[in-house]
C-alpha cells in the first residue's frame, strides 16, 4: 500500500499530470481505465488508443469520484469485472482520483487567477483613466488582445431581481454564450451580474452590432431558463482610449431599455432615439410635462369615459383627418368634432407645429411610461 502512495505522490511532487497518473493506475490494476469530466464526457482514456467501450458504457465497469473539496471533476472508470479488481487496486484507484484531484484543483486555481487578473485589466480599461489603460494596452499582448482593432462594449446583464446563488451559475452560461456566438476575436469577461465584452464588428453601423448582440440572444435563450438576461451595445470606438464611452453606452442602452420596455430587452446606443432623453429625464419631470400638455384633456376622457386622447395620438400619427378617421373606424365628421373638442380643451394645437410636437411627446411618454396603453392601440 505504501509503494502505490509514493509512486502517485511521486508523480504529483513532480509536476505530472493525468497522463503518467493513468499511465501508473493502469500499470497496477491491469486494465483500460477513462476519465470523464463533471459531465460524464470522455478526456482521456489509458493506454492510448485503448477502445473506449471497453472502459464506458460498455461491458462491466467500477466509477470512482475525482473530487477536491466540494467540487466534482468527473470520474475514473475502470473496465474490469467486480472479481478482478483487489483490494490493492481499489486503493490505487483512489490514489489516483486524489492525484487527478489535485492536478485539476491546481489547473483551475491557476486559471481562475489568471481569469480575475484578465477581468481585473479590463475593468481598468473601461475606467477611462488614462495610465491605466495605457497599462493594460502595454500588457493586453501578454493576454493575446488585440486592442488596434476598432471594438464596441457589449454587456449582457441578468435581469433584477435573482438569487446570488442563481446569477452565479447563470453568468458561467452567458459567457459560453458569448464566447460561442460574439466571434473569435470578442474579449469576454465576467462581472458581478453581468458578462461584458469587447466585440468586432464588420462596419461601423448600429445594424451590424444588433446582428451580433441578437445572435448571442438567440444562444441565450436556447441555453439559459433560470434567468432573464438584458444586453445593451454601446458605440465602435477605434481607440483602446474611448472603450470607456462605449462601456457607459452599452450600461445606458441596458437601463434605457429596461426602463422603456421591461425585461429581456436588446438595445443598441444610437438607435434608442427619444428613449435616450427621456430615461435621462426625472419620472416627476415627466409627470409634471405630461400634465402641462394634455391633463385637461386625460381629465376629459376619464369623466366622460371619452377617447379624445386616442383620437390625438392616431391623428398624430397619421396628421390627416381622414386616414386617423380610418384607423379608428369612425365617420370623417366624428373625426373632425373629436379634434374640435380637443382644442376647445387645450387650446390651439394643430396649427402650431410647436404645440403638436409637445403633445406628440406627451402623448407618448404617457402611454408608455405613465399610464396603461389606449384602448385600441
Known amino acids: 500500500m505504501l509503494a502505490i502512495h509514493r509512486r502517485f505522490s511521486d508523480i504529483v511532487l513532480g509536476g505530472g499530470g493525468i497522463r503518467p497518473l493513468l499511465d501508473a493506475l493502469v500499470d497496477l490494476v491491469g486494465h483500460p481505465v477513462a476519465l470523464t469530466d463533471a459531465e460524464g464526457r470522455i478526456t482521456a482514456v489509458a493506454p492510448p488508443g485503448s477502445d473506449r467501450g471497453a472502459v464506458h458504457g460498455q461491458g462491466e465497469v467500477h466509477r470512482f469520484a475525482v473530487r477536491a473539496g466540494s467540487r466534482h471533476y468527473g470520474e475514473i472508470v475502470v473496465g474490469a469485472e467486480s472479481d478482478q479488481l483487489d483490494v490493492e487496486a481499489h486503493v490505487a484507484v483512489e490514489r489516483a482520483a486524489m492525484g487527478i484531484a489535485t492536478h485539476l484543483a491546481q489547473a483551475t486555481a491557476v486559471a481562475e487567477a489568471n481569469e480575475r487578473f484578465a477581468a481585473l485589466s479590463l475593468e481598468q480599461l473601461i475606467s477611462g483613466h488614462r495610465r491605466s489603460v495605457e497599462e493594460v494596452v502595454e500588457r493586453s499582448v501578454s493576454f493575446g488582445w488585440d486592442l488596434a482593432v476598432p471594438r464596441a462594449v457589449l454587456l449582457a446583464s441578468i435581469d433584477p431581481p435573482v438569487d446570488a446563488d442563481v446569477a452565479d451559475r447563470a453568468l458561467a452560461t452567458m459567457a459560453a454564450a458569448a464566447r460561442a456566438t460574439l466571434g473569435a476575436d470578442a474579449i469576454v469577461w465576467r462581472r458581478s451580474a453581468t458578462i461584458a465584452a469587447l466585440i468586432t464588428v464588420a462596419d461601423d453601423s448600429p445594424a451590424a452590432r444588433r446582428e451580433l448582440a441578437e445572435s448571442m440572444r438567440r444562444e441565450l435563450d436556447q441555453r439559459l431558463h433560470a434567468v432573464s438576461v438584458s444586453i445593451g451595445v454601446g458605440r465602435r470606438v477605434d481607440s483602446p482610449h474611448l472603450l470607456a464611452r462605449s462601456f457607459v453606452e452599452a450600461g445606458r442602452a441596458v437601463d434605457v ?121
Not at 415627466?286 to 369615459?305: K, M, N, S
Not at 390627416?320 to 380637443?342: C, F, P, S
Not at 404645440?355 to 406627451?362: D, F, G
Open 257 to 377: 431599455g429596461r426602463w422603456a420596455k421591461g425585461r429581456h430587452v436588446t438595445e443598441v446606443f444610437d438607435q434608442l432615439g427619444l428613449e435616450r432623453l427621456l430615461a435621462s429625464t426625472p419620472a416627476d419631470d415627466l409627470a409634471d410635462f405630461v400634465e402641462e400638455t394634455i391633463g385637461p384633456l386625460l381629465r376629459y376622457d376619464a369623466e366622460h369615459r371619452g377617447r379624445l386622447v386616442e383620437s390625438l395620438r392616431v391623428w398624430l400619427g397619421e396628421r390627416n383627418l381622414a386616414g386617423a378617421a380610418r384607423r379608428l373606424d369612425v365617420h370623417y365628421n366624428t373625426m373632425r368634432n373629436r379634434l374640435d373638442r380637443i382644442e376647445e380643451i387645450l387650446g390651439p394645437v394643430f396649427g402650431n407645429p410647436a404645440r403638436v410636437l409637445e403633445c406628440e411627446v406627451a402623448v407618448y411618454i404617457h402611454r408608455h411610461h405613465l399610464g396603461a396603453p389606449f384602448a385600441g392601440s
